[in-house]
């Protein structure tokens, strides 16, 4: 019993000694064979004498292989360096021998998804989803964010769906490229890349936000608003005048400024008509200047109307800080456009024929459209002009050129005639010479 009990104990203690002194005797001899015997092995050919691998210092280290639960430092985050170092070994080995061996492949979706991840997402709450551990640490740094600040097109991502694989280290600028990225990733941990492209889809909208396109983000602007681009306006343009009331005469009815003075004071504005408010009392101090109803017209009243507004007399200082005489009994004008308050205000005493005629209108179709019409006319009339100087010149050349042919061919003519005339003479002299040689 002991003998046969004392080799078995004895076979493996000599396995190990074996093997060692093998190797010993190989490496002193410059042996290569044990290399090639290793290199078998990792093409999984089996070898006809299996060595007996020593016991390992600290065990079988279950977490650094497939399918096993991370290490405490990869749950933690996948931005942190205390990633288990046999974990990293055996995932780049991994990522490099992944066609080699099926059950060595950590990157594989089925690995993935059978730990603490259900590829059958929609029985789960989107909280819980995002509590899963490839992502808690990403959407626990994505829940302290604001919009603003999700949205910063500056700001740098890592995948969370790539960590302690291959792209665990690169950055995404925004979270548009990480949100296609996660969307088009096709060759590693495609579902948890898709898992990861819903997740964000359904956290931004929850958030009232969304993942917008670098080119929309910053290629879009706030204009002004479309109802406020048009406005009503008193058609014929019309300037109301302040302030033209002079004096009371002997029934104490109060005179002002007439119409044709009132023109000539402002002559350069090329106003067409005057009128003035009258009451009980009389002249009311209330004057109105007529402009002709075209854009020309408004554009003259509204001239009028800034140079008041710019020497500090329109209607702001008329109803909060009107001075009626300066020293010397000399009265301040004031001016403004007129609104339809004003021309009811004027027309307050005013009946029948005498009562001021008015309507309100569009300005942009009386104003701007008729200056783009005007512009447009002119650009025509411009291009005519251009057209009929051409003319202009092209028929001065003509004539030119006519009257340099003309003088041409009249020389041409001359010479012509010259030239028969000398040849008739010419003739005549020979045919003279011939009859006298033929009676001598």
């Known amino acids: 019993m002991r003998g046969n009990a004392g080799p078995g104990r004895g076979t493996g203690g000599n396995a190990w000694a074996n093997h060692g002194a093998d190797s010993r005797m190989a490496s002193a001899r410059g042996n290569s064979r044990p290399q090639i015997v290793n290199k078998s092995l990792d093409n999984h050919q089996v070898p006809s ?5 020593p016991p390992l210092e600290h065990g079988w280290n279950w977490q650094s292989r497939t399918g096993s639960n991370p290490s405490k430092g990869f749950q933690d985050g996948y931005e942190k360096d205390n990633v288990n170092a046999e974990a990293e070994k055996d995932n780049d080995v991994d990522d490099i021998e992944d066609d080699s061996d099926d059950v060595a492949a950590d990157d594989s979706d089925n690995e993935l998804l059978t730990d603490e991840f259900d590829s059958d997402s929609s029985q789960k709450s989107h909280e ?23 949205n910063d097109p500056a700001r740098q991502w890592h995948c969370p769906a790539c960590q302690g694989g291959p792209g665990a ?55 002004l608003k479309d109802d406020e681009k048009d406005h009503e306006i ?10 033209t009331r002079l004096q009371q005469d002997d029934n104490d009815k109060w005179i002002g400024m007439g119409n044709q003075e009132l023109l000539d004071y402002f002559s350069s504005y090329a ?19 007529i402009f002709e ?16 507004a ?19 009994g000399t009265r301040q004008l004031y001016g403004y456009m007129a609104n339809k308050e004003d021309l009811d205000i004027f027309n307050q005493h005013s009946q029948g024929k005498s009562k001021l005629k008015f309507e309100m209108r569009s300005y942009q179709e009386m104003v701007v459209n008729q200056i783009r019409q ?45 030239v028969r005339q000398r040849t008739k003479m010419q003739h005549e002299q020979n045919k003279e010479e011939v009859i006298v040689l033929v009676f001598d």
Not at 293 to 308: D, N
Not at 310 to 319: F, K, M
Not at 374 to 381: F, H, K, P, V
Request: glycine share 6%; hydrophobic share 35%; net charge positive.
């Open 49 to 53: 004498n299996p060595v007996i691998r």
């Open 128 to 150: 819980t989803r995002k509590k899963n551990r490839w992502f808690k640490k990403f959407f626990d740094s994505l829940d302290k964010l604001r919009v603003e600040e999700i």
């Open 169 to 223: 280290i690169d950055w995404y600028r925004g979270l548009q490229p990480l949100v296609t990225h996660a969307k088009t990733k096709g060759s590693k941990r495609v579902k948890l890349h898709r898992e990861l492209a819903e997740l964000l889809d359904e956290e931004l909208r929850r958030r009232g936000t969304s993942v917008i396109p670098a080119g929309e983000a910053f290629g879009k602007w706030r204009g």
């Open 234 to 243: 008193v058609w014929p343009p019309m300037v109301i005048i302040m302030n």
């Open 271 to 289: 106003a067409v008509k005057a009128r003035h408010s009258y009451g009980p009392q009389g002249h009311r101090g209330m004057s109105l200047l």
């Open 293 to 308: 109803s075209t854009a020309r017209g408004y554009l003259e009243a509204e001239r009028l109307h800034k140079h008041f």
């Open 310 to 328: 710019e020497q500090g007399t329109d209607r702001e200082a008329w109803e909060h800080r009107q001075v009626l005489f300066y020293p010397g």
């Open 374 to 418: 005007m512009s447009e006319a002119n650009q025509e009339l411009i291009f005519y002009k251009n057209k009929f100087a051409i003319q202009q010149r092209l028929k001065t050349a003509l004539e030119e050129s006519f009257g340099v042919v003309s003088e041409k061919l009249r020389k041409t003519m001359e010479e012509n005639r010259i």
